[in-house]
């Protein structure tokens, strides 16, 4: 089954950046799609960008367009996601996902529960 593991998370200053890895296990790579997403205290998980890996094709969510990248290394079966211009509102649990092997594309970022392999998450704070 798919395993995702997030590293990269810590503190920041606003303005600062971060990058975020999830690195897969248990699969053959490059045959899905994979998110990131966010949960900040008492709320729902917010998607934030997702990869479809086979090709590439990226989809960003308004809240963090022009500030926020995902990207892959298909050699090192790692997705990215690059976080410039923090901000304190930035500050949350950020989670790596991934939908099925062979759906042939990525869920709209709010089907949530169509992804369906998370990883543990790794904290982000931001401080101004």
């Known amino acids: 089954q798919v395993r995702l593991v997030e590293s990269g998370g810590g503190s920041a200053q606003a303005g600062g950046s971060l990058r975020l890895s999830c690195a897969a296990f248990g699969y053959s790579y490059g045959r899905n799609c994979i998110g990131w997403f966010r949960q900040h205290p008492g709320n729902q998980r917010e998607g934030l960008a997702a990869i479809y890996t086979p090709d590439d094709s990226t989809i960003i969510a308004d809240s963090v367009q022009g500030r926020f990248t995902i990207s892959q290394d298909k050699a090192k079966s790692t997705v990215y996601l690059q976080m410039n211009n923090l901000e304190s509102e930035d500050t949350a649990k950020y989670f790596c996902?991934?939908?099925?092997?062979?759906?042939?594309?990525?869920?709209?970022?709010?089907?949530?529960?169509?992804?369906?392999?998370w990883g543990h998450g790794t904290q982000v704070t931001v401080s101004s």
């Open positions: 996902a991934a939908d099925a092997v062979g759906s042939g594309y990525c869920p709209e970022l709010s089907r949530v529960n169509e992804y369906n392999y």
